[in-house]
């Protein structure tokens, strides 16, 4: 029996499975594809069998791929609980810890503090990756998911860092040329810019006691709510946006908030910032402190029915 088998080449075979070709595992872990098949091939040879039918188009188990993928998947589980006890152990957290964290967010609110997190921990290293479709974190090995939105029921846990709050604005120029509208109505006759995602276009809520929906239309939508706020700013029209993705234009007067009186939002439902991840007994040191990191910078007031970026 040959027992030169590497944890490399059995990770390479379980993600083969999943993905179902060469290119897209190369891809994933950063060689070619013909390296990755050359380890298969090297694989087959060790376990004395083939595992693999490799077809024009994609790639399927044999019967004995089938009964090895099981064993495979086991080690690898193995392995890394074992890991993740002597992490825990550990003075000092090390390891990788895999991030996901929709685009804008991730990028005003989490790459600025990954300087300060790396030198708090030095043994750590951070794979971030920025993304705003769905994501499976057990498929994706993602350790930890930054995610914005109404509370899902899930599997995985949750650690919440504040509520997700939202204001009306526009730039002192559109209210100057167009007027302020003073009530839901009177944004019939107002340039709404709005997000329009894969769910169509974004519905505001709007109400004093209760919200209540309203449709507004306006001459741009995008699907990335960046290039909505740069075209507010530049005098377009009037946007509803987090406090956390338009506080630093709020804060410098080129936004200007409208209809304070009003509550404002993209849904019924509380929105919340959150940290997803899998359920799990003894979470990794390395995440734990990543998870407590981001609560200390989203969440000064350790409460957390504070609005993120409430200081605008």
């Excluded at 930890?144 to 509370?151: A, D, F, K």
């Excluded at 120029?173 to 019939?188: A, N, Q, R």
């Excluded at 709404?192 to 507004?216: A, H, M, S």
Aim: charged share 25%.
């Amino acid at each position: 029996m040959n027992y030169d088998v590497s944890l490399l080449e059995i990770k390479l075979f379980l993600m083969t499975t999943q993905f179902g070709n060469f290119s897209e595992v190369a891809r994933r872990q950063d060689m070619t594809p013909s390296s990755v098949s050359r380890k298969m091939a090297h694989l087959e040879e060790k376990v004395g069998t083939k595992l693999l039918h490799r077809h024009t188009r994609s790639i399927s188990l044999t019967d004995e791929g089938i009964a090895f993928h099981k064993h495979c998947a086991e080690i690898i589980n193995q392995y890394e609980r074992v890991v993740e006890h002597i992490e825990q152990r550990a003075n000092t957290p090390r390891g990788t810890v895999k991030i996901s964290a929709p685009v804008a967010f991730g990028r005003l609110h989490i790459a600025p503090y990954l300087t300060e997190l790396l030198e708090r921990y030095p043994l750590l290293k951070v794979e971030i990756q920025q993304t705003d479709a769905f994501v499976d974190p057990a498929a994706e090995a993602i350790d930890l998911m930054i995610r914005i939105g109404v509370p899902q029921d899930s599997s995985l846990r949750m650690k919440r860092f504040a509520k997700q709050c939202y204001v009306m604005a526009a730039s002192s120029s559109y209210l100057k040329s167009y007027g302020v509208p003073s009530t839901p109505e009177e944004l019939k006759q107002h340039n709404c810019l709005v997000f329009k995602g894969t769910n169509g276009l974004q519905r505001w809520f709007i109400g004093k006691d209760k919200l209540e929906p309203y449709e507004v239309t306006g001459s741009l939508y995008g699907n990335n709510a960046e290039t909505l706020v740069t075209n507010a700013v530049d005098g377009s029209g009037i946007v509803v946006f987090p406090t956390w993705l338009i506080g630093k234009e709020l804060k410098s007067g080129k936004l200007v908030p409208v209809m304070e009186n009003y509550q404002v939002s993209t849904s019924l439902e509380q929105q919340v910032i959150g940290a997803l991840y899998l359920e799990t007994d003894n979470l990794a040191a390395k995440v734990r402190v990543v998870i407590d990191f981001l609560a200390e910078k989203f969440s000064s007031t350790n409460d957390k029915d504070k609005c993120y970026w409430d200081d605008v």
